[in-house]
């Protein structure tokens, strides 16, 4: 007998319906895992089965399903993961419903990392590490540059918004000047701009799972801040919190969760802006059991798009006789994310 099994029904039923919840959504993470692992070109549903089952005799089909897709698939799970729980904690930390990794200055300074190691030639597709470890200074930069713009006025949710589109917009300006400095990076940078998960390699998972389970691991673990952080700095205060610190270690948090994403799929649009509010949503607003479900939830989108983005690619290719034609998967999530951002705006406004 568990300690659930002692409460009585109806509170019984709230307590198991977050366990229902995440097992379920666990479920859609396989369902969606297992579309983006059969929807690539190359190989046919059925090879990549018997590959799965052992059962194949196509060396060709071997290399692609497991040095290719494989790599590719888990990839796009942990960055979704990252972005998700980034997303979460900014919003909770800043207490700021738009404070995504969009728009406060750690995806674009991440990217303007990659971007200006890639152009100086010290950083490309071919080097995992060092694109990790620009991309991190650059988020950490772009953090860095909001949290001394805003000053003392941090703790206004409004004008840190306004500061990070402020300092969002200069990041990307950055980035156009490196771009125009060294144009014969064009092409290796493009995917950064727009997010792609082409290309990921065994090395790129070997790097991004140990940083991506470390800072899930101490963002779940300032759950308990956080959620304080979200009643407001009184409130917070009030309850014995250092609200400065507590901020502090939950925008680190963030700011390394969204570069080790950057780092390996580019910059996704409106993955860490909008799996926040579904996450909450769908699971509360006890953090506890939000940023699991958040990172479920981040890992379920990308994936997906990533499994819409090359069915649509295998269609256009039918379609348009191009044989190399590919959607990023950073476009399909940045349509569809600025799609249902304004329907949830048009919602909000009409019930106002």
């Not at 959504?25 to 046919?44: N, P």
């Amino acid at each position: 007998m568990t300690l659930i099994d002692t409460v009585p029904g109806p509170s019984r039923r709230v307590l198991r319906a977050p366990g229902v919840r995440m097992g379920g959504l666990a479920l859609l993470v396989a369902a969606v895992a297992c579309a983006d692992l059969f929807a690539g070109r190359g190989v046919t549903p059925e090879g990549v089965r018997a590959v799965l089952l052992g059962g194949s005799d196509d060396p060709t089909g071997e290399h692609i399903v497991l040095q290719l897709r494989l790599p590719r698939l888990l990839v796009a799970l942990v960055a979704g993961a990252c972005l998700g729980v980034a997303g979460l904690v900014l919003q909770s930390a800043l207490r700021n419903p738009l404070a995504g990794p969009e728009v406060t200055g750690v995806t674009p300074g991440a990217v303007l990392g990659a971007v200006a190691a890639t152009g100086l030639g010290l950083a490309g597709w071919e080097s995992p590490t060092a694109v990790v470890v620009a991309a991190c200074l650059g988020g950490f930069a772009g953090a860095g540059l909001l949290w001394l713009l805003a000053g003392r006025e941090r703790g206004d949710p409004e004008q840190t918004a306004v500061y990070g589109v402020l300092v969002s917009a200069v990041l990307a300006g950055l980035t156009a000047v490196v771009l125009l400095v060294a144009p014969g990076e064009l092409g290796s940078v493009v995917q950064w701009l727009i997010g792609s998960t082409e290309g990921r390699v065994w090395q790129h998972w070997n790097l991004l799972w140990p940083w991506a389970a470390f800072w899930c691991a101490a963002a779940w673990l300032l759950a308990g801040p956080l959620t304080l952080l979200r009643c407001g700095d009184e409130q917070a205060s009030a309850a014995g919190l250092a609200t400065g610190r507590g901020r502090g270690a939950a925008l680190v948090c963030a700011v390394a969760l969204t570069a080790g994403a950057v780092s390996a799929v580019g910059a996704l649009g409106f993955v860490g802006l909008l799996v926040p509010h579904l996450a909450l949503a769908v699971f509360g607003a006890d953090l506890r059991i939000t940023l699991p479900g958040a990172a479920l939830l981040g890992a379920a989108v990308v994936c997906g798009a990533d499994a819409a983005a090359q069915l649509l690619s295998r269609l256009l290719v039918i379609a348009l006789d191009a044989d190399r034609l590919t959607l990023p998967v950073g476009a399909l999530t940045t349509f569809v994310g600025a799609g249902l951002l304004m329907v949830v705006a048009r919602r909000r406004a009409d019930e106002r």
